[in-house]
């Protein structure tokens, strides 16, 4: 009887982001370079990399008037921390520096009693800037927004509110959970910009 071949690298990259891993998660789990993983994804076309102005090639359209009439009919009601996890290795030597990258949890609004919530995963990755592969911790974190809304927004629409409204609402409680947790895990305190969003 033939022996079962063991999934690619490639195939187990495309089948960890099926599951809904991170690129990052990605790279970490199997012990390779993000760069790896994230051309592997766009490349098979399950990850499309943003445009310079920050939307998704291809993004739907939205009307102005549709979308600023959605956003007066929203409230937000509460923000809750779904997940967090902080790790940190030996404290190195050298400069150190840090990347922050988030991307949305849901692909379209979670429905509840008079409205929807949403989410992003935030992560800030501790690096060496001297290294070329310095990175020795990090700090990932999933945020809900939740919202009183009088009916539920389109694709196009929630696309849209996912990448600009947000992060707006969500970014300064990370913002805080990272100062907090970095001057507990040892390191200079991390404060980061605040989020701005160019119209």
């Not at 009601?77 to 404290?91: H, N, P, W």
């Not at 990448?163 to 895990?185: E, G, H, I, K, S």
């Amino acid at each position: 009887m033939a022996a079962q071949a063991s999934p690619t690298k490639s195939e187990r990259i495309r089948e960890l982001y099926r599951q809904g891993k991170s690129i990052s998660e990605i790279a970490r789990e199997l012990g390779i370079r993000y760069q790896h993983a994230y051309n592997v994804l766009v490349n098979s076309g399950l990850h499309r990399p943003k445009s310079k102005k920050g939307e998704a090639p291809g993004a739907p359209k939205v009307d102005p008037k549709a979308y600023a009439e959605f956003i007066r009919g929203i409230e937000i009601r509460a923000v809750l921390l779904e997940r967090v996890e902080a790790r940190i290795g030996e404290l190195p030597k050298g400069h150190l520096g840090f990347h922050i990258e988030f991307e949305p949890v849901d692909q379209k609004p979670v429905r509840l009693k008079g409205g929807f919530f949403a989410r992003l995963r935030f992560e800030v990755k501790f690096l060496v800037r001297d290294e070329e592969d310095g990175e020795f911790g990090h700090i990932q974190a999933v945020w809900r927004g939740v919202y009183q809304s009088r009916g539920l927004p389109d694709e196009a629409i929630f696309t849209l509110f996912v990448r600009r409204n947000l992060p707006v609402n969500l970014w300064p409680y990370f913002r805080v959970q990272v100062d907090q947790l970095t001057a507990q895990m040892g390191l200079p305190r991390l404060v980061l910009p605040a989020f701005k969003t160019v119209r």
